[in-house]
Structure formats: C-alpha cells, structure tokens
C-alpha cells in the first residue's frame, strides 16, 4: 500500500526556517510528484505547489515564491518542504499528498500531516 | 488562477436527510485529454488528513459510500449526500486539479440539525 509518513511536530520562532519531510513508501517514488498543502487554524485547505521527484522539478504557487522550496532525495524516497523567514500566520499543519493514479487525477493518498507552530 | 466559491459556507441537517453543497470555478475545468470534468471533493475532519470521495466530478472514489455522489460539468458542481449520518460530520471542500494551482474551495461545514 502507499504510505506517506511525515516528520514530526514543529516549534519555531519567527523568522526562522522549518523542513518538513515526507517518507514514501509502497510505491516507486520518482513515478509520482509530491504536493504539498497547508491549513492553518480555522483556515481552509491551502495548495502550496509540486515536486517532480524524477526531474526535480518544482512548482510553487505565488503566494509562496521566494519563501519555499521543495526537494527529495531519491535514495530514501523522501520528499521535503522548507519554509523560510516564518511569520505567525504560518503556524499551520502542513501535508504531503500524492495522485492516486495517472496524471491528470487528483490526489488521493496524503501524509498524516505536521504541525508547525509559530511562536516567538 | 482559477477561484472555487462553494455555497453554503455550513449547513446543518437532520440525520438521514439530504445534504447538498455547490461549488463554482471561475472557468471551465473541462480535461481536454478525456473531455472530463477536473473536479474533485473532500471530507476533512479534525485531526485527519483530507479524504478525497469523487473525482472527474462525478466518480466515486473506491471505499466511498453511495450515499455521497457528485455532479455537474464546466463551471457548476454540487457534492450530494443522500442521507446523511452522523459520521458525515466534516468540512468538505472542492478542488480543481485542470491547472496549477490547484485551487480548493473555501470549505463547507456540515453539522447534524
């Protein structure tokens, strides 16, 4: 089965960075990007972009250009999200996600997610 | 970007009564690789990762109870729960995965009346 483990909780100050990991399992790992998504407290659900973890080729959506970046490392077949210079209205819990099959369906399979708290 | 309004922001319905929830993008999603809609719904609840119920508008995800369908096609879409019980408690978003970002909608709260 697929599986998707996420690191665990995190505490951070304001203007720090947080990387948040994300262990595939069950499958082969460069056959399918890896989304990132957030919600933060009372919030709804917020797309943050894509890692191809073949080519390494990332998408981020505008509202996080500059600030994020995605990686893997193919030899664990984990996939990463750094967030940088954090600001309170970060403080959100953050998922890894993955299509369920092809492309062009959504995704279906999801990390159990983590919590990053941004806090002075 | 393409924006998704849902419609109720909550709802709150009798137990084995119909729920229904709308959702509107702000332009056609329409997969032009399979001429299907590229619209999905989930159900999020506390402490859980989203759970994804249909896809292509319409198909129901493997595991999903018949009693949640989907329908619609360009623009307009409505998520169906035909009877609702009281483990349907959630928040339910749509989302369009045509192109990036892959915007979701604001969320609809379902509660039990």
């Not at chain 1, 996939?79 to 369920?100: F, G, K, N, Q, W």
């Not at chain 1, 062009?104 to 941004?118: A, D, H, K, N």
């Given at each position: 089965q697929v599986h998707l483990v996420q690191s665990g909780a995190e505490v951070k100050k304001p203007g720090a960075s947080v990387k948040v990991s994300c262990k595939a399992s069950g499958y082969t790992f460069t056959d399918y990007y890896i989304y990132w998504v957030r919600q933060a407290p009372g919030q709804g659900l917020e797309w943050m972009g894509w890692i191809n973890p073949n080519s390494d080729v990332t998408y981020y959506a505008q509202g996080y250009q500059g600030r994020v970046t995605m990686t893997r490392d193919t030899s664990i077949s984990t996939a990463y999200m750094e967030l940088s210079r954090l600001r309170s209205d970060d403080t959100a819990v953050y998922y890894c996600a993955r299509r369920i099959t092809e492309p062009g369906t959504p995704v279906g399979y999801w990390g159990q997610g983590t919590l990053v708290t941004v806090s002075s | 970007d393409i924006v998704m309004t849902q419609s109720p922001d909550s709802l709150a319905v009798s137990l084995g009564e119909r729920a229904t929830i709308n959702c509107k993008s702000s332009q056609s999603v329409l997969y032009?690789?399979?001429?299907?809609?590229s619209l999905a719904w989930y159900q999020h609840k506390p402490g859980q990762p989203p759970k994804l119920l249909i896809y292509w508008a319409s198909t129901r995800e493997s595991g999903v109870p018949d009693r949640f369908s989907g329908s619609g096609s360009e623009t307009d879409f409505t998520l169906t729960i035909s009877s609702l019980q009281a483990e349907d408690v959630a928040v339910y978003y749509c989302q369009q995965y045509d192109s990036t970002p892959h915007t979701f909608g604001q969320g609809t709260k379902v509660e039990i009346k």
């Amino acid at each position: 089965q697929v599986h998707l483990v996420q690191s665990g909780a995190e505490v951070k100050k304001p203007g720090a960075s947080v990387k948040v990991s994300c262990k595939a399992s069950g499958y082969t790992f460069t056959d399918y990007y890896i989304y990132w998504v957030r919600q933060a407290p009372g919030q709804g659900l917020e797309w943050m972009g894509w890692i191809n973890p073949n080519s390494d080729v990332t998408y981020y959506a505008q509202g996080y250009q500059g600030r994020v970046t995605m990686t893997r490392d193919t030899s664990i077949s984990t996939a990463y999200m750094e967030l940088s210079r954090l600001r309170s209205d970060d403080t959100a819990v953050y998922y890894c996600a993955r299509r369920i099959t092809e492309p062009g369906t959504p995704v279906g399979y999801w990390g159990q997610g983590t919590l990053v708290t941004v806090s002075s | 970007d393409i924006v998704m309004t849902q419609s109720p922001d909550s709802l709150a319905v009798s137990l084995g009564e119909r729920a229904t929830i709308n959702c509107k993008s702000s332009q056609s999603v329409l997969y032009s690789s399979n001429n299907k809609n590229s619209l999905a719904w989930y159900q999020h609840k506390p402490g859980q990762p989203p759970k994804l119920l249909i896809y292509w508008a319409s198909t129901r995800e493997s595991g999903v109870p018949d009693r949640f369908s989907g329908s619609g096609s360009e623009t307009d879409f409505t998520l169906t729960i035909s009877s609702l019980q009281a483990e349907d408690v959630a928040v339910y978003y749509c989302q369009q995965y045509d192109s990036t970002p892959h915007t979701f909608g604001q969320g609809t709260k379902v509660e039990i009346k």
